[in-house]
């Protein structure tokens, strides 16, 4: 896909919404970092932090909409995707403190040394570096979605079936990440992380700069999801939505259809988790909750589900009027 491809399917309150947010993606950040502390127009470190929460909620509200409004599904359960990508993050930033932990080993989490852990568990053999993290962002909650699609879509599950068994699917994950014994932290999860990159998460520039980098994500994945409902692709998914047996009497695949999309919207949920944690400092297993993936079709809901933006708007102002 080109950049002539992404932006020819905006329309233009589409475009200006992206540029809004690529805008204040930049001129935030830049009013925390240049401006004398005490200016009216200088924007306050907290502020900042809240403000990348709220973007990476956003991503998590437009890959649920690209499911639901697009195709149908209802994903009960989109907050499985949306931490496994923050669970691949924590386990890179834990890997960066090092001998700088409570007990100070160099190579074992500061839990699985209180746990009496007596190596590294294998799958935590490449979290040290960044690029594999990154890598597992992607996989793990792609991988899983996958596999749960494939069940799902081709034994036909549909409606509100499909919603509870996702539901299901992340109460499981709920209930295993509290264990001690699988590796994460157990109900504690992970947390005090350091720094990313040599360059202190609590500090001004940090903040700063993930808040730059969550919201040309959100540009991104806006342009992507708008790409793909403009397109051919996408017009077989509305019509999935609207009539599947229609669709599957013309000659079309509907579960092929489904499931590639799910997965594309699994791996967009990843990724805003993946930027959440190391703004907010914590990962635990609360974030599988249920209640979780609930809001988050909430914030669809009351944004308008099946318009992209509407989502992203629907996302923000819940939080704000929760906050």
């Not at 935590?124 to 996958?146: C, E, K, R, T, Y």
């Not at 944004?303 to 906050?323: E, K, P």
Request: aromatic share 14%; net charge positive; with cysteine.
């Amino acid at each position: 896909m080109t950049p002539h491809v992404l932006t020819r399917s905006l329309d233009r309150s589409a475009t200006v919404f992206l540029l809004i947010v690529a805008g204040l993606g930049v001129l935030i950040p830049l009013s925390n970092l240049l401006l004398p502390t005490g200016s009216m127009f200088q924007v306050p470190t907290y502020l900042v932090a809240l403000f990348g929460k709220y973007v990476c909620y956003a991503i998590l509200a437009l890959s649920i909409d690209l499911i639901w409004g697009y195709c149908g599904i209802l994903s009960l359960g989109h907050g499985a995707f949306f931490a496994l990508g923050g669970y691949a993050m924590g386990m890179y930033l834990m890997r960066q403190i090092g001998s700088r932990g409570v007990y100070g080993n160099p190579i074992l989490p500061d839990f699985m040394v209180f746990l009496n852990y007596p190596k590294l568990p294998w799958y935590w053999h490449g979290f040290d570096m960044f690029w594999f993290a990154a890598l597992m962002v992607i996989v793990v909650p792609g991988l899983l979605a996958f596999c749960f699609g494939w069940l799902a879509f081709r034994s036909r599950v549909t409606g509100v079936y499909l919603s509870i068994i996702t539901q299901a699917m992340t109460y499981a994950l709920l209930l295993a990440f509290f264990r001690n014994d699988m590796g994460f932290g157990g109900n504690n999860g992970m947390t005090d992380f350091k720094d990313m990159f040599g360059i202190p998460l609590q500090s001004d520039a940090m903040r700063s700069s993930l808040l730059v980098a969550t919201a040309l994500f959100l540009a991104g994945q806006l342009l992507v999801a708008r790409y793909v409902v403009t397109s051919r692709f996408g017009k077989v998914l509305i019509a999935v939505r609207d009539t599947e047996s229609r669709t599957r009497f013309l000659g079309y695949r509907p579960e092929n259809y489904k499931l590639v999309v799910f997965v594309l919207s699994a791996v967009m949920a990843g990724i805003g988790d993946a930027l959440y944690v190391p703004q907010v400092g914590i990962i635990n297993p609360g974030e599988f909750s249920p209640a979780n993936s609930i809001e988050a079709v909430i914030w669809v809901a009351v944004g308008g589900r099946g318009t992209l933006v509407g989502a992203i708007l629907g996302d923000v102002l819940v939080n704000v009027v929760l906050a």
